[in-house]
């Protein structure tokens, strides 16, 4: 019991244990203890310093300790526990008092803690419902609650002006009608009464929808909070790195700079490879392609971690499409670069032999670069394609020779 009634309150006593205290420690005894305190409630009153103007009016009650246990209560200084009245008994001496009572004091004791553990659960429950009450933002979300099913995930949020509800509603209407897409709007799916709309809705987008639908239009971009959403809406995307935000254009306007540089779709737009309603729904559709790519690549990973020992990332993030990730041309090999730079060392003037000479060069790397063009083999292949790119004094094969000056008739 001394471990279990360290935090438990004297309060915690029932009507029996201070009966039983009471018809024990109000008897006054002739003998004192070692120490020279008194034997009975008197000797306790003096352990937890209670004023000696308090001692004479508890002396003047018939019940000395009922009126000490109700001064105890009333002071907030002295927080005296269970333990601490069964170690004030043994100071005194009062043992018999302390294996009397023993049993009821555990009850007590036991009956306390039960009744606490009870709030403290229900504390916590309400606690949870508190929670789960605020995740609860639409009117699908407080259906699959009452039916103990997870909160429902939409496709896309839909953001529009008042002026544009008509267009937002037969798209709705379509993308959940016709390709089986589930959407959010503000005006149909949230709850009455959530606090702080824009604070709602920009949790709706990030943690709740795949996608934010944009009806641009000039009466959207005359409001402040939508281009605020639009904002925060760049922003998720950025910090997810995922396409978050699907630019439609309904009216002729200027873009705002969040989607003036994305690829927007536009609905006043015609042709035979334009279709507003299938680019529209693939926009809006997240594969299923994507996300067992990523399941497997997750399952590879672990399993080459698992083989070497060290632990692999087991998320993967978008691609960054940085410069220094594309392929690099291969090199060419040394016979090139020798033949490149003995080259362009002698490289002599005039049009005419510039050109000779780029030919020539041009010849000497595609045979370096050609299968099977070792000069060293010996077949009748490779000397004929040697002769035919051996340069002549920067002159091509079949000149004559114009430094002879020709005979002149006497």
Known sequence: MENSSVNVPFLALSVEARTMLSTMLNPLKVLPTETNLPRDWRGIAELIDVPSEKMGLFESKPDPFKELLSFLSESNER?????????????????????????????????????????????????????????????????????????????????????????????????????????????????????????????????????????????????????????????????????KIIPCVYKKCELPPSVRYSFCIDYNRSGKLWNFWEKLSQSLTITSQCKDSNASLHAVTSTLGARNGTDLPTSVSSPSFEWWDSEKPSKPSLPEYLDLSTSKANIPTGSQQFDDHVDTVSLHSQANLLPNSNKNNGSKSSKWLSKIMSPISGKKRGDKDKSKQKPVAE
């Open 79 to 243: 927080n005296i526990s269970i333990a601490d009245l069964t170690a004030f008994l043994a100071v005194i001496d009062r043992f018999d008092i302390i294996d009397d009572a023993t049993p009821v004091l555990e009850r007590d004791v036991d009956e306390y803690v039960r009744k606490i553990n009870q709030l403290n659960l229900e504390k916590n429950v309400q606690t949870m419902d508190t929670i789960q009450d605020s995740s609860i933002l639409t009117f699908e979300d407080s259906h699959r609650a009452q039916n103990n099913l997870p909160l429902c995930r939409y496709d896309a949020f839909i953001l529009y002006s008042e002026e544009d509800a008509s267009f937002a509603s037969s798209i709705i209407e379509r993308m959940e009608g016709e390709y089986k897409l589930k959407l959010c709007s503000k005006d149909r799916d949230l709850l009455p009464g959530l606090k702080f709309e824009h604070e709602v809705i920009g949790k709706m987008i990030e943690e709740r929808c795949n996608r934010l639908l944009v009806i641009l239009s000039p009466s959207f971009l005359e409001s402040n909070a939508n281009q605020f959403l639009v904002s925060y809406a760049q922003a998720v995307a950025l910090d997810t790195r995922c396409r």
